[in-house]
């Protein structure tokens, strides 16, 4: 298994609604990534979880929560978004954090806030 | 703060023309460098990567990219494009100095391929 699954693949969430986005991996990978694309624009890094530990945090607003509940899944909890969180939220995952790692990329939730 | 420049934001071509799409990032120290691929309403693929030694590499689907370390370049080639190459590129790098952890795009070349 060489993929990296995310759902939903579309999400549609008001302000004040809590829901979550869910990615995961089964290829052993022990680091794993939230980016944020917006249209036309390249992925931004959000967070980096090692080893199931946050290690990078790229000062992402606190409206956004991942969570990381074993090596192979990774969660981003949203609440309270504003419309201008609507993008493509990407997961990716890599054997481990570090040099020589490619970053393999699911196909993305695409999240509009109302 | 270090960036990716890619310089060809829209390129179009016709089939069997030869492609290059340039690279260019701003760090002097140890680098991995990437080129993803985006096809249209498709997830990024990687289509080839360095990390280090021989400078030109090959990646899958006829591309090559080379390293040119003293102008800190990483440009893709191929030299007879498809209309299935239709698709955004993303070159991309991570640093030594975040421990390689933070992949960092470019703006992205739209690649338009006719038939």
């Known amino acids: 298994d060489t993929e990296v699954t995310q759902t939903p693949k579309h999400l549609v969430m008001g302000m004040t609604n809590k829901k979550s986005l869910k990615c995961e991996q089964h290829m052993g990978h022990r680091a794993m990534y939230w980016y944020k694309q917006k249209a036309k624009k390249p992925p931004e890094l959000m967070f980096v979880?090692?080893?199931?530990?946050?290690?990078i945090n790229e000062s992402v607003p606190s409206r956004f929560s991942p969570e990381c509940p074993n090596s192979s899944l990774l969660n981003l909890h949203l609440h309270a978004l504003q419309p201008e969180d609507s993008a493509l939220y990407l997961c990716a995952s890599s054997q481990r954090g570090g040099s020589y790692n490619e970053q393999f990329f699911g196909p993305g939730t695409r999240l509009t806030v109302l | 703060a270090q960036s990716v420049s890619q310089h060809n934001h829209h390129v179009i071509l016709s089939e069997a023309a030869s492609l290059e799409l340039g690279c260019n990032y701003s760090y002097g120290g140890t680098v991995n460098l990437f080129w993803y691929v985006q096809y249209p309403g498709q997830h990024l693929q990687l289509l080839l990567k360095?990390?280090?030694?021989?400078?030109l590499v090959k990646g899958i689907k006829g591309f090559e990219a080379e390293f040119i370390k003293s102008k800190f370049s990483f440009n893709l080639r191929k030299p007879s494009v498809q209309w299935s190459d239709t698709a955004e590129y993303f070159c991309a790098v991570t640093l030594l100095d975040t421990g390689f952890q933070k992949l960092v795009f470019g703006t992205g070349t739209r690649l338009l391929v006719s038939p």
């Open positions: 979880y090692s080893y199931e530990k946050l290690s």
């Open positions: 360095y990390f280090s030694g021989d400078p």
